[in-house]
């Protein structure tokens, strides 16, 4: 894995860890940054570490895991 692609990841996944308070969290909120997180990551997979790739990435990712956590 290139630097370009682990970097945005880990950042990625070092901010998802902001979201320690999972308890106060409702389950829309908890799968939109589940989505986010890993909309992001696969993001800057798949455009090598492109900003765009993974910016745009965690915001489908966003959506869909908000769009998802509404079902529950």
Do not use: H
């Not at 996944?13 to 799968?31: H, I, L, P, V, Y």
């Amino acid at each position: 894995m290139k630097a370009r692609t682990l970097i945005p990841a880990l950042l990625i996944a070092f901010a998802a860890t902001g979201c320690a308070t999972w308890d106060n969290m409702s389950s829309r909120e908890k799968s939109a940054a589940t989505g986010a997180a890993v909309g992001g990551v696969a993001g800057a997979v798949v455009t090598d570490g492109g900003i765009l790739g993974t910016v745009g990435g965690a915001a489908i990712g966003g959506v869909i895991g908000d769009q998802l956590g509404k079902k529950k």
